[in-house]
């Protein structure tokens, strides 16, 4: 590879990584709404009991669990955006909290061996390069 080349290649990396870090500012800006939102269902869940102590309300209930309800969405959406960062990243997460580049196939912190295949399938990738054949034997 010539020296042009390089610097070719050393600027495309440079051009993937300045738009991954986009799409991560972009994630985080999407979690720290999420967050936000929560408080504010918080808020409206004190305020609710609140109200209900002041004038007995019978409803209290019902009315508080759809609220904690919202906000366990949010935790979900919040999960979810989490995933969506690490794989941008290119990261995965060992079942021993290691966070780890997606290409790894052994954890180095405690030896746990990867499938070779990713864990989500590719929708672009053709359906013949999935599947054909044995997994290669392992041990
Ligand atoms: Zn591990």
Known sequence: MSFFEKMKEGAAKAAEKAKETVEVTRLNAQIGAKKKEIEKLQQNIG???YQ???S???DLESRTVSLCMQIADR????A???LKIKEVKNEKVCVCGAELAADIRFCP???HQFEPKPAEPDKTAPV???GSGKAEDDQ
Not at 75 to 78: K, L, S
Request: aromatic letters at 10%; a negative charge.
């Open 109 to 111: 912190s405690c030896g």
């Open 52 to 54: 209900s102590y002041l």
């Open 80 to 82: 979810a955006l989490e």
């Open 56 to 58: 007995k309300d019978a």
């Open 128 to 130: 013949s390069a999935l």
């Open 47 to 49: 305020e609710l009991v």
């Open 75 to 78: 935790y979900q959406d919040i």
